[in-house]
């Protein structure tokens, strides 16, 4: 399953000739931060699709039928003396 081949050798070589050993850690930070926020943009795309998805589906839904308003009968304000 992760067997090592011919081809991953030449990989690691190569990039070992080009950054060197000294500067390899420092890429591979470098890569974590970048992969981190490129997850962190397309969560906060697929957070404002959420929203839009959700605000569409408020504007969709029918019309709520209007409450007939309550009938009271004025009352008179009692008189204390």
């Not at 090592?4 to 000294?22: A, D, N, Q, Y």
């Amino acid at each position: 399953m992760f067997g090592i081949s011919f081809e991953h050798i030449l990989i690691v070589g190569v990039v070992l000739l080009i950054f060197g050993p000294k500067r390899l850690p420092e890429l591979g930070l470098t890569m974590g931060k970048a992969i981190k926020n490129f997850k962190d943009s397309i969560s906060g795309i697929e957070e404002a699709n959420f929203k839009r998805i959700a605000e569409t589906e408020k504007q969709n839904k029918a019309p709520v039928a209007p409450v007939a308003p309550e009938t009271t009968t004025p009352t008179t304000p009692s008189a204390s003396t």
